[in-house]
């Protein structure tokens, strides 16, 4: 039994009662409008069918962009160039920002009925040409996807997805914005042309917000910035997740975060914001909410000043202003399905009466449906109606070429395809009356184009959009991203450009340490090592500085190292130098005074000729100290110990052979001895001879297999050169100060065997004094020769040759100068034989 009517209609689905508006026309336009943007639900008993719900929250915005079509339309119509004879008209839904209301309206505009039923199209007037919608991303999806079957060519003045732009999956769907993958890139750079490296991220739990941010975070992290965080608002939670996200937000060192999302989620967010008093964060804006007349309000100021974000490219409309101020809200062809004063919250009430109270001239009012200085959405909306016009004018240019029309005319379209006028759409190239031109690539989408839009509350708490900048990709490269920092931003930061960084720059001088298991933004700041410098910000590595050079104090340059040596303009080299001379004349004047009593008999009785050869000694004992004073080059590295060797050998070898003759003198007098041959002055002689020439000997040797030689020496002081004589070979050395360590000796014991010989002027017991000093000097001096280093080694070595040699001179001569010049009665031969002593 074949159903009946009743029967058949109890078993569709109850359709949405969608409210719309229609202007006639010889083809139509078909538009879906988010006029609303909320609804409301009544209390649901589960007694009846549950209500479809109201449309809330009215938007003035999109009431612009409605009455941007109406112009658009309108100011086609009258230009006699464009679609000649041809009148246009359209067909408006609202959306409500509701996914059922859109897809409802979208079939309703493919059926052509007042109920939206799939695969089926009966049109009693007019065809839909073509559809603009939606503004919201995922429902242009939606849209696309179906709309993509019948290869109906879409148009969206507001979805920026870059999904949209797989032509395998939306082969008919354009847009007059641009993808978000550049308002991403774009974004990015903004982010890194401030420096900014600490960035936190949050993002719409939707297609247009986890594209969005996943495209900045590759951006960032690819130019070196670091995340501090990537969350999400959550559609699917009541409170969109809002006290979790400004947990997050007020806890993080971050101080810019990254919104991708729309104005209206963002709302929970923002309350929670303000009400847990979020300061002090710089937030960057997508363009869905960078210029949103809802987050501009007072109450937001204190969280959203400072802002600075990506909107879409701004233009004008020439002549809407006038358009706009010769309508009347309720009087055009929209009606009460967009002004249902029940349902306005109390402010936009207000508003709304005090525009309809303007009978004939609007001028007075003043708010987002008044202002077209800076027309985005509108704009977009405008030129999609003109990309329509453009691709049917070319449609029916070219059929008209081809073949003659009938009396109907183009204007019924009944030849039109959905595919055809595709066609024409993509190749389109429309320059529009503000100047702008529009045209698309092969995945439907126009050249990018962004202002850049910074946020600064003036003196009544509003939030004012200024734009600063721009973002253009059919510029040149160089010109592509620019920035006016001259406009007064950043005045919550006393004109300077905000930071926000993990970590605070490491200075020149300083390197770059990664602290474990975070970013590599995160790290701490080490001063450089010995001998490395840094000389830019942020290194993370030191240079070594060549090895002639050392860090400055603030280790960012490499400066001359100081060299150092003994030298005579120093302080220290002038008075050894002036005591070296001044000691070496000492020996002279004793000489002098010698000479001048040299028959008196305690001269005589002391071997005046061989006192006269150890005062010649002593003299260049003390003047071979003048070469170790200077910058050494390789003839004083040759000589000097060399010179000290041979001249201390010549006094020490002196010195034992005076004593030896004591020793044979004392022996010679008793009776019978042999000893008197060796008392022979000329055993003396040989002593020195043969000990000087073993000294010689073994110099000669040391400068022949290993000479010593000068060097710089830059290991042992940091920052210095130390320019010395490297010894050569430090066996030598040390053979030389060991053979005078043995004359010495040899000479200490014999004087000390022979310090009680009887006699009145006993000279062995001064050479024990003479000799003990000389040894101690030279004992001292090797624990602090190798504790010394530098110029401070010389000085140590200088100072020894000194006091050695002063010790002989005070043990050897002084008693016998003290006795000629004081105690004369003692310089004669009756004391010397002891015949004056009591």
Not at 503 to 512: D, I, K, L, M, V
Not at 542 to 560: A, H, Y
Not at 751 to 775: C, G, H, Q, V, W
Not at 791 to 812: C, D, H, N, P, R
């Amino acid at each position: 039994m074949p159903a009946t009517r009743s029967d058949q209609d109890g078993c569709r689905l109850r359709g949405l009662t969608i409210t719309g508006s229609r202007e006639s026309g010889s083809v139509l336009i078909g538009v879906i409008l988010p006029i609303h943007f909320d609804k409301e639900f009544p209390d649901i008993d589960f007694t009846m069918r549950p209500p479809q719900g109201d449309c809330i929250m009215f938007s003035f915005e999109v009431l612009q962009q409605f009455q941007a079509l109406r112009f658009a339309v309108e100011e086609i119509n009258r230009n006699p160039s464009l679609l000649p004879n041809i009148t246009l008209g359209f067909q408006v839904y609202d959306s409500c920002a509701a996914m059922r209301h859109e897809l409802d309206g979208t079939q309703m505009l493919l059926t052509g009925q007042e109920r939206g039923i799939p695969n089926y199209s009966c049109h009693e007037g007019p065809s839909i040409a073509a559809i603009i919608g939606h503004s919201i991303s995922p429902y242009s999806i939606l849209m696309a996807h179906m709309l993509g079957l019948y290869r109906y060519p879409q148009i969206s003045h507001y979805s920026t997805s870059a999904l949209l732009s797989d032509r395998s999956q939306f082969p008919s769907f354009f847009r007059t914005v641009p993808n978000d993958d550049f308002q991403s890139k774009g974004l990015a750079q903004l982010v890194i042309h401030f420096n900014w490296t600490w960035v936190g991220l949050v993002a719409l739990s939707e297609d247009y917000g986890q594209q969005g941010i996943q495209v900045i975070k590759q951006e960032l992290l690819k130019a070196g910035a670091c995340l501090a965080f990537t969350e999400y608002i959550l559609n699917s939670r009541l409170d969109k997740n809002a006290p979790y996200l400004t947990k997050v937000i007020r806890d993080s060192s971050a101080k810019v975060i990254v919104i991708f999302s729309t104005d209206v989620e963002m709302v929970p967010l923002l309350n929670e914001l303000v009400k847990k008093n979020v300061i002090g964060k710089i937030f960057v804006a997508s363009e869905a909410w960078s210029t949103s007349v809802l987050l501009s309000d007072s109450k937001y100021s204190s969280v959203l000043s400072d802002s600075i974000g990506f909107s879409f490219h701004s233009s004008v409309i020439p002549n809407f202003q006038q358009y706009l101020n010769s309508i009347h809200p309720l009087q055009g062809p929209e009606g009460t399905w967009v002004y249902d004063c029940e349902l306005l919250n109390q402010e936009m009430k207000t508003e709304l009466l005090n525009m309809c109270a303007e009978k004939e001239d609007l001028k007075s009012i003043y708010n987002s449906f008044s202002d077209v200085s800076s027309l985005r959405g509108a704009h977009n909306l405008y030129a999609a109606i003109y990309v329509i016009a453009e691709a049917l004018h070319d449609f029916h240019t070219y059929h008209k070429t081809i073949r003659s029309l009938n009396d109907k005319g183009f204007g019924q379209f009944e030849d039109l395809k959905p595919w055809q006028l595709s066609h024409y759409i993509q190749a389109v190239r429309v320059r529009l009356t503000s100047g702008s031109e529009i045209f698309f690539d092969k995945n439907g989408d126009p050249p990018a184009a962004y202002d850049i839009v910074y946020w600064r509350a003036d003196e009544t708490g509003n939030v004012q959009h200024i734009k600063v900048g721009s973002y253009d990709t059919i510029r040149p490269e160089e010109d592509t991203f620019s920035v006016d920092l001259g406009v007064g931003l950043w005045a919550y930061n006393n004109g300077q450009v905000p930071y926000s960084v993990c970590s605070e720059s490491c200075f020149p001088g300083f390197r770059q340490v990664m602290r474990r298991g975070q970013p590599i933004c995160c790290f701490e700041c080490l001063p450089c090592s010995q001998g490395e410098i840094s000389n830019q910000t942020d290194s993370i590595r030191c240079m070594k500085c060549p090895w002639d050079q050392w860090p400055n104090l603030q280790k960012d340059r490499c400066i001359k190292k100081e060299i150092e040596f003994l030298s005579i303009e120093e302080p220290l080299g002038t008075a050894l130098m002036a005591s070296s001379i001044f000691s070496s004349s000492i020996p002279t004047c004793i000489f002098g005074l010698l000479f001048y009593f040299k028959k008196t008999p305690v001269v005589r009785a002391n071997n005046f000729s061989l006192s006269c050869l150890l005062l010649g000694s002593l003299c260049l004992c003390f003047l071979c100290s003048l070469a170790f004073i200077g910058y050494p080059v390789n003839e004083k590295c040759l000589l000097r110990q060399t010179t000290f060797g041979l001249t201390f050998a010549l006094c020490v070898s002196c010195i034992l052979a005076k004593t030896l003759m004591v020793v044979f003198a004392f022996m010679a007098t008793r009776p019978g001895s042999e000893v008197k041959k060796l008392a022979s002055p000329w055993l003396s002689y040989i002593i020195i001879i043969l000990c000087t020439f073993l000294q010689f000997t073994l110099c000669i040797l040391w400068i022949s297999l290993s000479p010593p030689f000068p060097e710089q020496n830059i290991n042992t002081k940091p920052g210095i050169i130390i320019v010395e004589c490297n010894e050569g070979s430090t066996t030598f050395f040390w053979s030389m100060l060991g053979f005078l360590g043995l004359l010495a000796t040899l000479s200490f014991i014999v004087a000390f065997l022979a310090r009680r010989l009887p006699d009145s002027f006993n000279e062995a017991k001064y050479i024990t004094f003479s000799m003990l000093a000389f040894l101690s000097v030279w004992i001292s001096f090797i624990p602090a020769y190798f504790s010394a280093s530098g110029k401070y080694t010389v000085a140590m070595e200088i100072f020894a040759i000194q006091s050695s040699s002063w010790a002989l001179v005070v043990g050897m001569f002084l008693p016998k100068c003290f006795i000629v010049l004081f105690r004369p009665n003692m310089n004669s031969r009756e004391y010397l034989m002891g015949k004056n002593k009591k």
